[in-house]
């Protein structure tokens, strides 16, 4: 019902900045919330960031909060995380999320992009 596609990963060096976008599609009236999540290999994933429709903006710690910036633009269905001075740490496959506020079943996520950070 509602089809999220990530772009902007990609292989960095240390120090670098990436920008990632998600495109949302469907019945996105249904979801108020998006965000990003990050998965590394055998680890559960963990939310980066996320944005209500009402434009607040939530980070998981304060590494992420001086680094990241995340922002949405409904007029294109679209939210955005951008990231400095990345660490070879953010390694990870990142992940958009659409979600409902009270009804759980809500969720949609996307396929995911790879963020590499090495030298």
């Known amino acids: 019902q509602v089809q999220l596609v990530e772009s902007g990963g990609g292989l960095v060096q240390p120090g670098g900045s990436l920008r990632l976008s998600c495109v949302a599609s469907g019945n996105i009236f249904k979801t108020q919330v998006m965000g990003w999540y990050r998965q590394a290999p055998g680890k559960q994933r963990e939310l980066v960031a996320e944005?209500?429709?009402?434009?607040?903006?939530?980070y998981a710690d304060d590494d992420v909060r001086g680094r990241f910036t995340i922002s949405r633009d409904d007029s294109k269905n679209m939210v955005y995380l951008q990231m400095h001075n990345l660490k070879p740490e953010d390694t990870d496959v990142y992940y958009c999320?659409?979600?409902?506020?009270?009804?759980?079943?809500?969720?949609?996520w996307g396929q995911g992009t790879q963020v590499i950070v090495s030298a």
């Open positions: 944005i209500t429709s009402l434009n607040n903006p939530t």
């Open positions: 999320n659409a979600r409902n506020l009270v009804v759980s079943r809500y969720e949609y």
